[in-house]
């Protein structure tokens, strides 16, 4: 029986991980909520490592958030993101765990890299300022896991997913990221009759979206690739994996089709005037398909699943 450690099980992420990993015979899925294991706390960790004799880690623990709260806590970000992996990795080292999986985050690119935007654009330009912090510990976490395997044989791999959506999304309406943003608000005025709904900038520019369980499943996968395989297509000091779909849409494009999904038949109306962002966000994902991974959730099936997911659990997200 393989003993399975998921940091950040109650996550997006992770607790999709922890439905797919469920599912599997021999396989026994390890957590510990924050009351139960602050992973801020060196000792505690190490001790969960050396009571637990775990086989493999899932490292989806992170201090997250949007735009305002990087901005506005960026001390903590840094600080905890890095604690959390440190203590994880070096911890599960300690304890003779050799397989472990970093998920990071595709805003470890540069700023102004070239699209679509391929692993070895790591570390060739000036980061995004506003989350800065949170994407140095992510490249950190991912030269951590590299470190490791160079000096001690491990095998510990990083996936950088792109855009994520869906269940145990955040649809706070303050501080959600534009999907769970966009199905709350057509579902918002669906029910209070409006007739219509203005949605923020031009919808002009292109984003890429990746369902969490695909998410998970591409975790899964990437995990227990034999290691002849992940060898020939990573590099020891360029070994993160991309995870998307490496398709993308306007912004125009997914609020039209959230609109449908959702059922709101008013007007649209894009301000022009609000900020747009960067023109686009697409993730090269050759590197996961030549090692034998897809996607499989198209996006209106995907938003139609999130917004039933909503639906039935909306009465957590009132204010």
Known sequence: MKKI???GHRGMVGSAIVRQLSEQANVTVVTRSREELNLLDQQAVQAFFVAEQIDQVYLAAAKVGGIVANNTYPA????????IQNNII????????????FLGSSCIYPKLAEQPMIESALLTGTLEPTNEPYAIAKIAGIKMCESYNRQYGRNYRSVMPTNLYGENDNFHPENSHVIPALLRRFHEAKINGDSKVVAWGSGKPMREFLHVDDMAAASIYVMNLDEATYQANTQPMLSHINVGTGVDCTI????VTVAKVVG???EIEFDSTKPDGAPRKLMDVSRLKDLGWTYSIDLEAGLTSTYEWFLA???NFRK
């Open 5 to 7: 450690f998921v940091a």
């Open 313 to 315: 659990n909306q009465d």
């Open 76 to 83: 903590e970000f840094i600080y905890e993101n890095l604690t």
């Open 90 to 101: 070096h911890s599960a080292h300690l304890a003779g765990v050799q397989d472990l999986l």
């Open 264 to 266: 709101f038949t008013g």
């Open 252 to 255: 125009r494009k997914l609020v």
